[in-house]
């Protein structure tokens, strides 16, 4: 008897596990049955050494789609509502398959596309003389422009702007609540180029005011040299940009200044690079020292050009702000020479602000020419000469994102063939800026004198890296 019922339970248990089998092959039968189809026509868009754009059309005979789910090399990516959709930040000369599911409601998706595997393009190799720095600044991120939105493929530097002096004579923070965070960002970009340097950039104009104190004790250069070791330590940084808006005498008023201060800048550089490589030494790296140095005759001769290139691996050089809204008249922001049409007021461009610093004892090969990705409005008072060289009633700077938005398309163009600049004007509205055609003709300028490279004020201005790929192409 005790064997029947034996018999009699492993039959009740077969029949119950062919149930559940039974029903759960029913289950994702059914599911199956509901679930949408593949998108279809997955194709490449475009590639560039960085990022891969997709295009495909919807399903036919398809339940509603809600959305569709990226997938690169098998893992999960992102979703979209479009059919179309970027892959950024991707590394230069490296095949990608990429396909996409259908998705009609949550876990309810396709099978996937038709995958296509794609290589990018090969990435920036720096040449001698082709640097191109970026300045990134960190107030930037609370708007939602945050590291990874940064071409890194086509950038050998980013600098970030930036931290300051503290009355300590150490280096701080600038925005303690984001800056850790996007450190790891900047960090996180060298997956994308390996040959990426981060640089802190520290003082600007607004963070100037204890440099001269800094600088005037071998004490007091000491510890802030100290501390600039121990924070590139601490946060996985390549280097120090040292930005003092200025030695002896401009920038804010309140900034404290001495005629000392063209000494003591030397001295103060010379300190923070033997605190480098000390540090360099311990960690089998060099560690780079640059500063942004200032366009004009005034600033060269308030430091001491000749021995500052002993300390420094480069100068970054501020040619732009050449002329804007401070002055009289309406003028070009940043022309690449003189055009000796103003009779106006002074004439400087980028190149004479190169050949002043070359004059001046300083190489060619450590001169990087900064270049604007911003431009200036002003509200001219006379349509004279399409509204260059004119007395105005205001002005104000505006980024390239903006002018292309808003103006390029509206108002006039004109291009000035001695400075190799542009502006737009229209209804006694004056708009200095540079596009892709005078970016290029300025990055071919460096290539061609041989310079260092290109430095760019500042990155989030030209949020479709127009520009960045006309300097990037130009140099290469």
């Not at 107030?139 to 939602?144: F, I, M, P, V």
């Not at 366009?295 to 308030?302: G, K």
Request: proline letters at 4%; glycine letters at 6%.
């Amino acid at each position: 008897m005790k064997k029947f019922i034996r018999i009699g339970y492993a039959i009740t248990l077969m029949v119950i596990f062919f149930l559940l089998v039974y029903t759960a092959d029913t289950y994702v039968f059914a599911k199956n049955l509901k679930a949408p189809n593949s998108p279809v026509n997955l194709t490449v868009a475009s590639v560039t050494e960085s990022s891969v754009t997709l295009i495909w059309n919807e399903p036919n005979n398809s339940r509603a789609i809600k959305q569709y789910k990226i997938y690169k090399n098998s893992t999960y990516i992102d979703s979209t509502n479009t059919t179309t959709y970027t892959i950024n930040n991707l590394k230069p000369d490296t095949e990608y398959k990429f396909y996409v599911r259908s998705e009609a409601e949550k876990n309810n998706v396709s099978m996937a596309s038709e995958p296509v595997t794609v290589k990018t393009l090969s990435g920036w190799i720096e040449e001698s003389g082709s640097k191109i720095i970026g300045y990134y600044p960190a107030w930037k991120s609370y708007s939602g422009f945050t590291p990874d939105k940064l071409d890194a493929s086509k950038l050998t530097h980013i600098n970030y702007a930036f931290a300051y002096i503290g009355q300590d004579n150490k280096i701080k923070l600038g925005y303690p609540d984001k800056d850790p965070e996007n450190f790891k960002g900047l960090n996180e970009l060298k997956k994308v180029n390996p040959e990426l340097k981060i640089l802190i950039s520290v003082g600007g104009w607004n963070w100037s005011g204890k440099f001269s104190d800094t600088a005037s004790t071998d004490s007091s250069r000491k510890l802030f040299a100290e501390s600039c070791a121990q924070f590139i330590t601490q946060y996985g940084i390549d280097g120090i940009d040292l930005d003092w808006e200025y030695p002896v005498g401009g920038g804010m008023p309140e900034n404290s200044k001495r005629p000392e201060d063209k000494q003591n800048f030397t001295l103060l550089l010379k300190e923070i690079r033997a605190k480098l490589d000390e540090q360099g030494l311990k960690d089998n790296k060099h560690y780079l020292l640059t500063i942004a140095g200032g366009a004009s005759n005034y600033y060269l001769h308030n430091i001491e050009p000749n021995k500052v290139k002993e300390y420094i691996d480069f100068a970054n050089i501020m040619t732009y702000d050449l002329h804007g809204p401070w002055e009289e008249y309406s003028d070009f922001n940043a022309p690449l020479y003189s055009s000796g049409n103003s009779q106006a007021q002074y004439e400087v461009s980028v190149d004479s602000s190169v050949n002043a610093w070359i004059n001046a004892g300083f190489p060619k090969d450590k001169l990087v020419v900064g270049v604007p990705f911003y431009g200036y409005m002003y509200k001219v008072s006379s349509n004279d000469r399409n509204g260059a060289y004119q007395k105005f009633t205001s002005g104000e700077a505006l980024s390239y994102s903006t002018i292309k938005a808003n103006y390029i398309n509206v108002y006039s163009r004109f291009f000035d063939s001695e400075s190799m600049v542009l502006w737009l004007f229209k209804n006694n509205i004056f708009i200095s800026y540079d596009d892709a055609e005078s970016l290029a003709f300025k990055a071919e300028y460096i290539k061609n004198e041989k310079l260092g490279g290109a430095m760019i004020w500042e990155l989030s201005q030209d949020y479709n890296n127009e520009l960045l790929n006309s300097i990037f192409k130009a140099l290469r």
